[in-house]
């Protein structure tokens, strides 16, 4: 029932004064909170009580002062509570405790709740006696055994950086209690004299009562304050120490922090290696260790690149230094020219091909060297394709469609294919016919006792 009196709350409901909960109504109508969900779940001897919100979380202030109010909902119920309030909680307990018999689901989950909470189930007229019996006092020393002055669990997904810290949370839980009979009783006694330190999650903030050795019935005076701070009307323990409080040497300060004794799992053990996980070495120390996967990676693929490429070359070379005799010679073909007489052209045979070589007359080198380069289909110069002027070499074979021409006829005195009509000059440049460039000039050298040596 306590948690019907905190009251639910989302955006769809709009803001208003007449909410059912006083907590709704400071909701409602502002702190950025646009959902307020209470719960209370009991199993046995256990049980889980608190809330859950959804808050916007660009807005810090928003967020904490929208988290102040439900946990100032909290002590209030704690410290004192009015009598409608109880009554409008018992109401609203039982309509939702008495609409559950309207779904067959939702009365076996209660039904399960009952019997996990109590071990048996109850009637409704028992259901109906025991709201009844709830009042003011019950209320109260529910909230103070179960939720006053206890630690809190904070969970939460988004952006947690919006959230207040979380002694600042922690503190809204209780407020100053100092009673001279309590703390007298949890006094440690030695012959002389007596300690107490109530500590937080720092050194820095304590209790600190000294006393000479008394009988243990002996009160020490009541010590108050009147310091409080604008967050959840609790005393000001960690925003400011309050030095003023001080009575016959004794000495109250108090500072809640988060918790220390939360162990957070290690996610990354299993997956990082044991040089990259030592906190102690610099990142350039295991460098090499961390890189040698990738760099294996890298330089082995490239050298078998490279170790695929040299073998290429190594074959060729190889293949072609165990040529036969007779394939190396037509590879290179060696010719003397004193052979051929001027005005005559020769026949011989180049890598299977026919091979033309020319003695020309000055009157064929004047010929070549006076034709129009503007008039020629494929323009060639004649110093472009002959080395002497006296000898042109040309490969026997047409362009067109690979026919052997004739030499020494035609209108141009040079080259002349029976076959589709294609004529060259005594250059070997396509003057007529289909032939659509110049006769081949192989590559060769002639020596100085003339010979003539055509290959690479």
């Known amino acids: 029932m306590i948690f019907q009196m905190i009251g639910d709350w989302d955006c769809t409901q709009l803001s208003s004064t007449n909410a059912t909960t006083a907590v709704t109504q400071k909701i409602s109508t502002g702190y950025g909170v646009h959902q307020l969900k209470s719960f209370s779940i009991n199993y046995g001897n256990c049980g889980l009580f608190g809330f859950y919100v959804v808050m916007d979380g660009s807005d810090v202030a928003s967020t904490t002062f929208g988290m ?11 410290v004192g509570v009015s009598e409608e309030e109880i009554e409008r909680g018992k109401n609203m307990y039982k309509t939702v405790a008495f609409s559950a018999l309207e779904s067959s689901v939702t009365r076996v989950d209660d039904i399960a709740k009952q019997v996990l909470y109590s071990g048996t189930v109850q009637s409704l007229s028992d259901l109906e006696n025991a709201i009844e019996s709830v009042d003011k006092k019950a209320i109260s020393e529910a909230m103070n055994k179960h939720v006053y002055d206890r630690d809190l669990a904070v969970a939460g997904v988004g952006r947690t950086e919006a959230w207040p810290d979380y002694y600042q949370m922690r503190i809204g839980m209780s407020a100053w209690r100092l009673c001279s009979k309590r703390i007298m009783a949890t006094l440690v006694r030695t012959h002389q004299a007596a300690l107490k330190r109530v500590c937080g999650s720092q050194p820095t903030g304590h209790l600190q009562i000294p006393l000479s050795a008394k009988d243990k019935n002996d009160t020490v005076p009541l010590v108050m304050s009147s310091n409080r701070n604008s967050w959840l009307d609790a005393p000001s323990l960690g925003l400011s120490m309050l030095s003023a409080m001080s009575v016959k040497r004794i000495v109250a300060t108090s500072r809640r922090l988060i918790h220390t004794d939360i162990r957070f799992p290690k996610y990354y053990d299993d997956e990082r290696s044991k040089v990259a996980s030592d906190s102690t070495k610099a990142a350039r120390d295991t460098e090499d260790f961390r890189r040698v996967t990738a760099q294996g990676l890298l330089f082995g693929v490239n050298g078998a690149v490279y170790l695929y490429m040299a073998t290429k070359f190594v074959q060729s070379l190889v293949t072609y230094k165990s040529m036969p005799a007779d394939q190396l010679a037509m590879a290179n073909t060696e010719i003397d020219l004193d052979e051929i007489p001027e005005g005559q052209c020769k026949t011989y045979t180049w890598r299977g091909k026919p091979l033309f070589v020319a003695h020309r007359t000055q009157d064929d080198i004047g010929k070549a060297k006076s034709v129009n380069l503007n008039e020629l289909r494929d323009p060639q110069t004649d110093d472009e394709r002959v080395k002497k002027d006296e000898w042109l070499v040309t490969i026997g074979v047409c362009p067109h469609l690979g026919c052997v021409p004739l030499a020494g006829k035609g209108d141009f005195g040079g080259y002349y294919c029976p ?29 100085d006792n003339n010979k003539l040596i055509v290959g690479d």
């Open 419 to 447: 076959c589709h009509g294609s004529t060259f000059d005594t250059s070997g440049r396509i003057r007529l016919g289909p032939a659509p460039t110049n006769l081949e000039v192989p590559p060769y050298q002639i020596t």
């Open 68 to 78: 102040k109010e439900v946990i100032r909902g909290w002590k209030k119920l704690a």
